[in-house]
């Protein structure tokens, strides 16, 4: 079956870190862009980032830029999130999704069931 | 404030056909770039739509259309039904901020 299920969410203060964690299966991982795209309560969809096949390319939001990595391990499948110094904003629910199509006209493809980050102290 | 811009909200009786508007700039949409688009059931994670403005994946039904022009793109539903009930996003990417963008979101009531 085609998926991706991210882990990793939880409560966080303000100013910690967070590793989130998408892993792939029922296609052939190493060949898509992934992405990370945010949804705050009752709020719309925001992009966050994005990584290349290779992940020799990395793709971020200003909103996180400096304060979140992202990375991949095609041989274990799976993409990363890496929050650092995370804030109140920063709440959300994170899905993992895969890209189509061509750079900049990338779409999403395929999402994850999402997973929760609450950032309070 | 979103880049791309979409009503809060629509609404139609069963059977009728609504539209849902995104207008962009010059610098996503008016940069050539195409529009994809998102249904959100409540509760559950996005799904693809529409792509590369007016192509539809596998399972959707062609009751839903998409067109881009300008500015500007649009996702038509005909035939409407109980179920599609949800939010729509639409998508582009922008060369000013160098990165992928969404619309506000339209939550869809179906009467």
């Known amino acids: 079956e085609v998926q991706l299920l991210e882990s990793g969410g939880g409560s966080v203060q303000p100013g910690g870190s967070l590793r989130l964690s998408c892993a792939a299966s029922?296609?052939?991982?190493?060949?898509?862009?992934m992405s990370w795209v945010r949804q705050a309560p009752g709020k719309g969809l925001e992009w966050v980032s994005t990584i290349s096949t290779t992940g020799g390319t990395t793709y971020y939001a200003e909103s996180v830029k400096g304060r979140f990595t992202i990375s991949r391990d095609n041989s274990k499948t799976t993409m990363y999130l890496q929050m650092n110094s995370v804030k109140a904003e920063d709440t959300a629910v994170y899905y993992c999704?895969?890209?189509?199509?061509?750079?900049?006209?990338?779409?999403?493809?395929?999402w994850g069931r999402g997973t929760l980050v609450t950032v309070s102290s | 404030q979103s880049v791309l811009t979409q009503p809060p909200s629509v609404s139609g009786a069963p059977g009728q056909r609504v539209t849902i508007s995104c207008t962009g700039s010059s610098s996503n949409i008016g940069a050539g770039y195409d529009v994809h688009w998102y249904q959100q059931l409540p509760g559950t994670a996005p799904k693809l739509l529409m792509y590369d403005n007016s192509s539809r994946p596998s399972g959707v039904p062609d009751r839903f259309s998409g067109s881009k022009s300008d500015t500007s793109a649009s996702l038509a539903i005909t035939g409407l039904q109980a179920e599609d009930e949800a939010d729509y996003y639409c998508q582009s990417y922008d060369n000013s901020l160098s990165g992928w963008v969404f619309g506000g979101g339209t939550k869809l009531t179906v009467l």
């Open positions: 029922g296609f052939t991982f190493r060949n898509y862009a």
């Open positions: 999704s895969k890209g189509r199509g061509a750079p900049r006209n990338w779409y999403f493809d395929l």
